[in-house]
């Protein structure tokens, strides 16, 4: 210890230190405090601060795992773990988890590893395990992507106007050797029916070999129906079903929310996908295709891709009909359907839009089928970059996007040039003599759909 003379004025002048002790005591200005110190500052808090951060190896959270092999994120849909992700890393299992949670034992080997001494095997192939049950199929209506270092995979459910996402987090109790899967439901949208969740995890769990002293999980719900409008009411008693008429007026606020806030634009892309359930003698109406359809175009064309995805899922039910296919091919939905089909730049994001963009490519796929000559011509009108598009296909990370991309690539490269500007040329003789332009380009259609193998439509 050593003793330190600390000096502080009185008032503003300028201090010598060096003749501080030359002055006489009535004119002393200054006072000495002695003040007893380690040696350094360093030395002090050290002696009070708590034990060393890295010695919790199990609340590390720094980028270990896939990073180490050069990776920083991965989408289960189209690569793998790496097994080397298992320096740990691993957060520790929290006080409290959610009751759809569970237990899994040690995957790697049958002969349980001593407490505090887990090795890379294990993590690795808990990940491996997770990532290969996700990517299996068995739950094709969900999509994942995996963020490496927060150990946790981010998925989301899209189906019609029903959507949700969840999280998959993976913990490790060092002193059990165990590692614990968490499974939450996140966004949801209100009225989802619960059971293709409780679905989920229950073959989830299965599958990755949990514990039978595992959580229960959540009660389901039964989501009711959109109608709209209602048609048990919208009529007097015994009076039958809703008249057509009935039915425009009742779908008319719809149309007037497509065009509000951002959050009347979601609800009135989702009430589309409902009303795209009715019977087809009301969506066939051209009462109703001549609102429906500009209020697609708005929602397709909307900035918020929680707008899009629901409006594409609205367009790809109403591409089930003869007479809206004719409507997309000529209308901007065809150009922004074919925008989408693209791979996602953040692969840890992928999972937000990879059905919105699955979903596109088979419209596509449904358009190219029966009017290869169409969707090329139209393609070509509005300005797409078609062949640049074609030689990407082959490059679309999701295995399900590209094989409908496929189609759609090998139905429109039988295009040919000179067959194109034959059915161009037809169109304009058939327009300029008071026709709608489509007939010749419907019988090419037809006469390649001939040629083709029959095995190649079938879905």
């Given at each position: 210890?050593?003793?330190t003379?600390?000096?502080?004025?009185?008032?503003?002048?300028?201090?010598?230190?060096?003749?501080?002790?030359?002055?006489?005591?009535?004119?002393?200005?200054?006072?000495?405090?002695?003040?007893?110190?380690?040696?350094?500052?360093?030395?002090?808090?050290?002696?009070?601060?708590?034990?060393?951060?890295?010695?919790?190896?199990?609340?590390?959270?720094?980028k270990?795992?896939?990073?180490?092999?050069?990776?920083?994120?991965?989408?289960?849909?189209?690569?793998?773990?790496?097994?080397?992700?298992?320096?740990?890393?691993?957060?520790?299992?929290?006080?409290?988890?959610?009751?759809?949670?569970?237990?899994?034992?040690?995957?790697?080997?049958?002969?349980?590893?001593?407490?505090?001494?887990?090795?890379?095997?294990d993590?690795?192939?808990?990940?491996?395990?997770?990532?290969?049950?996700?990517?299996?199929?068995?739950?094709?209506?969900?999509?994942?992507?995996?963020?490496d270092?927060?150990?946790?995979?981010?998925?989301k459910?899209?189906?019609?106007?029903?959507?949700?996402?969840?999280?998959?987090?993976?913990?490790h109790?060092?002193?059990?050797?165990?590692?614990?899967?968490?499974?939450?439901?996140?966004k949801?949208?209100?009225?989802?029916?619960?059971?293709?969740?409780?679905?989920?995890?229950?073959?989830?769990?299965?599958?990755?070999?949990?514990e039978?002293?595992?959580?229960?999980?959540?009660?389901?719900?039964?989501?009711?129906?959109?109608?709209i409008?209602?048609?048990?009411?919208?009529?007097?008693?015994?009076?039958?079903?809703?008249?057509?008429?009935?039915?425009?007026?009742?779908?008319?606020?719809?149309?007037?929310?497509?065009?509000?806030?951002?959050?009347?634009?979601?609800?009135?892309?989702?009430?589309l996908?409902?009303?795209?359930?009715k019977?087809?003698?009301?969506?066939?109406?051209?009462?109703?295709r001549?609102?429906?359809?500009?209020?697609?175009?708005?929602?397709?064309?909307?900035?918020?891709?929680?707008?899009?995805?629901?409006?594409?899922?609205?367009?790809?039910?109403?591409?089930?009909?003869?007479?809206?296919?004719e409507?997309?091919?000529?209308?901007?939905?065809?150009?922004?359907?074919?925008?989408?089909?693209?791979?996602?730049?953040?692969?840890?994001?992928?999972?937000?839009?990879?059905?919105?963009?699955?979903?596109?490519?088979?419209?596509?796929?449904?358009?190219?089928?029966?009017?290869?000559?169409?969707?090329?011509?139209?393609?070509?009108?509005?300005?797409?970059?078609?062949?640049?598009?074609?030689?990407?296909?082959?490059?679309l990370?999701?295995?399900?996007?590209?094989?409908?991309?496929?189609?759609v690539?090998?139905?429109?490269?039988?295009v040919?040039?000179?067959?194109?500007?034959?059915?161009?040329?037809?169109?304009?003789?058939?327009?300029?003599?008071?026709?709608?332009?489509?007939?010749?380009t419907?019988?090419?259609d037809?006469?390649?759909?001939?040629?083709?193998?029959?095995?190649?439509?079938?879905?």
């Amino acid at each position: 210890m050593q003793q330190t003379d600390i000096f502080y004025s009185a008032d503003d002048e300028q201090v010598d230190l060096d003749n501080e002790q030359q002055d006489s005591a009535a004119d002393l200005k200054f006072r000495s405090i002695k003040v007893e110190t380690s040696e350094s500052a360093g030395d002090f808090f050290h002696d009070y601060q708590g034990p060393d951060p890295s010695s919790y190896d199990n609340v590390q959270f720094g980028k270990a795992g896939l990073a180490g092999a050069g990776m920083d994120s991965v989408n289960v849909l189209s690569k793998s773990p790496s097994s080397s992700c298992a320096s740990s890393g691993c957060p520790a299992l929290p006080f409290g988890t959610s009751r759809t949670s569970f237990v899994v034992a040690h995957p790697s080997s049958s002969t349980p590893t001593p407490p505090g001494t887990a090795g890379s095997a294990d993590y690795g192939t808990v990940v491996r395990t997770i990532h290969d049950h996700l990517q299996s199929g068995v739950h094709a209506e969900f999509d994942f992507s995996f963020v490496d270092h927060e150990h946790m995979w981010k998925g989301k459910y899209l189906q019609g106007s029903s959507c949700y996402e969840m999280d998959i987090n993976l913990y490790h109790d060092k002193c059990a050797n165990t590692y614990t899967i968490a499974v939450r439901k996140m966004k949801s949208c209100c009225g989802f029916n619960g059971g293709s969740f409780n679905t989920f995890f229950q073959t989830f769990k299965s599958a990755m070999g949990a514990e039978s002293s595992g959580s229960t999980t959540t009660s389901s719900s039964t989501r009711k129906a959109v109608c709209i409008p209602n048609l048990s009411k919208c009529s007097a008693a015994g009076a039958g079903l809703v008249t057509e008429e009935a039915f425009i007026q009742g779908v008319q606020p719809i149309f007037s929310m497509a065009k509000s806030n951002l959050e009347s634009r979601v609800q009135s892309a989702k009430m589309l996908c409902d009303v795209a359930q009715k019977e087809a003698r009301f969506l066939q109406l051209d009462s109703f295709r001549s609102c429906v359809m500009p209020a697609l175009e708005g929602l397709m064309g909307d900035e918020s891709d929680d707008v899009r995805q629901y409006a594409v899922m609205a367009v790809s039910a109403f591409a089930e009909l003869a007479c809206y296919k004719e409507d997309f091919m000529r209308s901007p939905i065809l150009a922004a359907l074919f925008a989408l089909v693209k791979n996602c730049c953040d692969l840890q994001l992928a999972y937000e839009t990879a059905q919105m963009r699955r979903t596109a490519a088979g419209v596509l796929a449904l358009l190219s089928r029966t009017h290869p000559f169409s969707v090329r011509r139209e393609l070509q009108l509005q300005h797409c970059n078609l062949g640049a598009w074609l030689q990407r296909v082959d490059c679309l990370h999701d295995q399900r996007t590209r094989e409908a991309a496929m189609v759609v690539k090998s139905f429109l490269v039988q295009v040919s040039a000179t067959d194109l500007d034959a059915a161009n040329s037809a169109s304009s003789a058939a327009s300029a003599a008071g026709g709608d332009g489509s007939l010749h380009t419907d019988e090419c259609d037809l006469n390649l759909i001939g040629e083709c193998d029959l095995g190649s439509l079938v879905h």
